[in-house]
């Protein structure tokens, strides 16, 4: 019935558009504003806010139950994965419940109001529920059960008050109470943007300490998902100062947040086999760092003397020659590999690697390695002209875009592009 009706008046909308546009010369510019206010019409009719509001509700409740369907490899740390992954299947799904609901409520008297007030404790509701479940994909350590009931309790409680002031009567008590809740929502936000900021730091620390190498691009996403759920959130309170038929705007554009955070988040299912034994495991469990400060400080402290030029010279000259063979072989290509994987391949310890390249090199393995990929990119950008620049970098050893031009810049003193322009004569 509901569908006919609206077919009704979209028609009957049309039908007058088509009637005013047979007119005389003299009515032109007053029937093009009647044409621009009947156009209005016409969109608000196609476009309403329950139709947004069906829209979200279908696109979380899909979303959800995709989450739900998606297996992931069993392994140590894959199962605190799991968990988010649930933990986020069971938010779209309450999300969609909460769509339900509002969408029960379609016809009564400032129902734009109350689908605003409803979407405001949506957003806020799965702002912390979505905040926690990024944290723990960045460290699992980092999620503390207690915090995380209390503070989706919390939400749950100021939601319900926010759903029961609609139905108040105007008072400036009414007044007080919307503008409370909303306060502390938005304390509640800044104490989890300031939690997340800290996580994500030390995870990009722990990061750059395992693999020696600038990879905090693998986990980029969850920084930039992040930053737009806190701006969605906060984009909602300026919604509710629009005019009433902005929600609907709003609506949508949330819908459209879900698909992206989702696809994202997958995408790092698919692929977080490669963090999870490294990265994620011991990295995220932050076993690795201990031991690298540990041995740090051992040192310092005078526990652990080693004789470069006595014991350990023989072993030297030894890595000498692994080495040689491992740049003959342009092992330096390959990315997403740790110092032990490294130390591995050249029958060393990652604590003799770190030390054979502050006493016998003079620079860090790190820095080295960065002008072997560079050296070689440089080659490569001249050879093969026909290949683009981003895979040049790839196949150099960049994992990342932005890092490779960001070194190339640094060490040659002028892009990739330029340096093929110019056939590498750079003054």
Request: glycine share 4%; net charge positive; charged share 25%.
């Given at each position: 019935m509901?569908?006919?009706?609206?077919?009704?008046?979209t028609?009957?909308?049309?039908?007058?558009?088509?009637?005013?546009?047979?007119?005389?010369?003299p009515?032109?510019?007053?029937?093009?504003?009647?044409?621009?206010?009947?156009?209005?019409?016409?969109v608000?009719?196609?476009?309403?806010?329950?139709?947004?509001?069906?829209?979200?509700?279908?696109?979380?409740?899909?979303?959800?139950?995709l989450?739900?369907?998606?297996?992931v490899p069993s392994?140590?740390?894959?199962?605190?994965?799991v968990?988010?992954?649930n933990?986020?299947?069971?938010?779209?799904?309450?999300?969609?419940?909460?769509?339900?609901?509002t969408?029960?409520?379609?016809g009564?008297?400032?129902?734009?109001?109350?689908?605003s007030?409803m979407?405001?404790?949506?957003?806020?509701t799965?702002?912390v529920?979505?905040?926690f479940?990024?944290?723990?994909?960045?460290?699992p350590?980092?999620?503390?059960?207690?915090?995380?009931?209390?503070?989706l309790g919390?939400?749950?409680?100021?939601s319900y008050?926010?759903?029961?002031?609609?139905?108040?009567e105007?008072h400036?008590?009414?007044?007080?109470?919307?503008?409370?809740?909303?306060c502390?929502?938005?304390c509640?936000?800044?104490?989890?943007?300031?939690?997340?900021?800290?996580?994500?730091?030390?995870?990009?620390?722990?990061?750059?300490?395992?693999y020696?190498?600038?990879?905090?691009?693998?986990?980029?996403?969850?920084?930039?998902c992040?930053?737009?759920?806190?701006?969605?959130?906060?984009?909602?309170?300026?919604?509710?100062?629009l005019?009433?038929?902005?929600?609907?705007?709003?609506i949508?554009?949330y819908?459209?947040?879900l698909?992206?955070?989702?696809?994202n988040f997958?995408?790092?299912?698919?692929?977080?086999?490669?963090?999870?034994?490294?990265f994620?495991?011991?990295?995220?469990s932050?076993?690795?760092?201990i031991?690298?400060?540990?041995?740090?400080?051992?040192?310092?402290?005078?526990?652990?003397?080693v004789?470069?030029v006595?014991t350990?010279?023989?072993?030297?000259?030894?890595?000498?020659?692994?080495i040689?063979?491992?740049?003959?072989?342009?092992?330096?290509?390959?990315?997403?590999k740790?110092?032990e994987?490294?130390?591995?391949?050249?029958?060393?310890?990652?604590?003799?690697?770190?030390?054979y390249?502050s006493?016998?090199?003079?620079v860090?393995?790190?820095?080295?390695r960065?002008?072997?990929?560079?050296?070689d990119?440089?080659?490569?950008?001249?050879?093969?002209?026909?290949?683009s620049?981003?895979?040049?970098?790839?196949?150099?050893?960049f994992?990342?875009?932005?890092?490779?031009?960001r070194q190339?810049?640094?060490?040659v003193?002028?892009s990739?592009?330029?340096?093929?322009?110019?056939?590498?004569?750079?003054?």
């Amino acid at each position: 019935m509901v569908p006919y009706i609206a077919f009704a008046k979209t028609a009957k909308t049309i039908a007058k558009i088509a009637k005013k546009s047979v007119i005389s010369q003299p009515e032109r510019i007053n029937t093009t504003l009647n044409s621009y206010l009947l156009m209005s019409e016409l969109v608000d009719i196609v476009f309403s806010i329950e139709l947004s509001l069906v829209m979200g509700m279908v696109t979380s409740f899909v979303l959800g139950f995709l989450l739900i369907l998606i297996k992931v490899p069993s392994t140590e740390y894959s199962k605190k994965i799991v968990n988010t992954k649930n933990t986020i299947a069971a938010c779209y799904m309450m999300v969609s419940v909460l769509f339900f609901l509002t969408l029960r409520y379609s016809g009564i008297k400032d129902y734009d109001i109350l689908a605003s007030l409803m979407m405001f404790t949506i957003t806020a509701t799965a702002s912390v529920i979505l905040s926690f479940s990024l944290i723990t994909v960045l460290d699992p350590r980092g999620f503390d059960k207690d915090k995380f009931i209390l503070n989706l309790g919390l939400a749950i409680v100021l939601s319900y008050v926010l759903g029961k002031s609609f139905w108040w009567e105007s008072h400036p008590a009414k007044i007080a109470t919307i503008s409370l809740c909303i306060c502390i929502f938005i304390c509640q936000c800044v104490v989890h943007i300031f939690k997340f900021r800290k996580t994500y730091q030390e995870c990009v620390k722990k990061l750059e300490v395992y693999y020696d190498d600038e990879e905090d691009h693998k986990i980029r996403w969850v920084r930039f998902c992040y930053t737009i759920m806190m701006l969605t959130q906060m984009f909602v309170l300026v919604y509710l100062l629009l005019p009433s038929g902005m929600m609907k705007i709003y609506i949508a554009f949330y819908s459209l947040f879900l698909l992206y955070f989702t696809a994202n988040f997958i995408s790092f299912l698919g692929s977080h086999k490669l963090l999870l034994d490294a990265f994620a495991y011991k990295t995220l469990s932050g076993q690795d760092l201990i031991d690298l400060i540990n041995s740090r400080r051992d040192r310092k402290a005078g526990r652990k003397k080693v004789d470069v030029v006595g014991t350990n010279e023989v072993e030297f000259v030894r890595l000498d020659r692994s080495i040689d063979k491992w740049v003959k072989d342009k092992r330096f290509r390959e990315y997403d590999k740790s110092r032990e994987e490294i130390a591995e391949e050249l029958g060393t310890s990652k604590d003799l690697l770190h030390i054979y390249f502050s006493t016998r090199m003079g620079v860090d393995f790190r820095t080295w390695r960065t002008q072997l990929r560079i050296e070689d990119a440089k080659v490569l950008l001249l050879e093969k002209k026909n290949v683009s620049i981003n895979v040049v970098g790839e196949m150099a050893g960049f994992s990342d875009r932005a890092n490779f031009y960001r070194q190339f810049v640094k060490f040659v003193g002028c892009s990739p592009r330029e340096w093929r322009e110019r056939d590498g004569k750079i003054a």
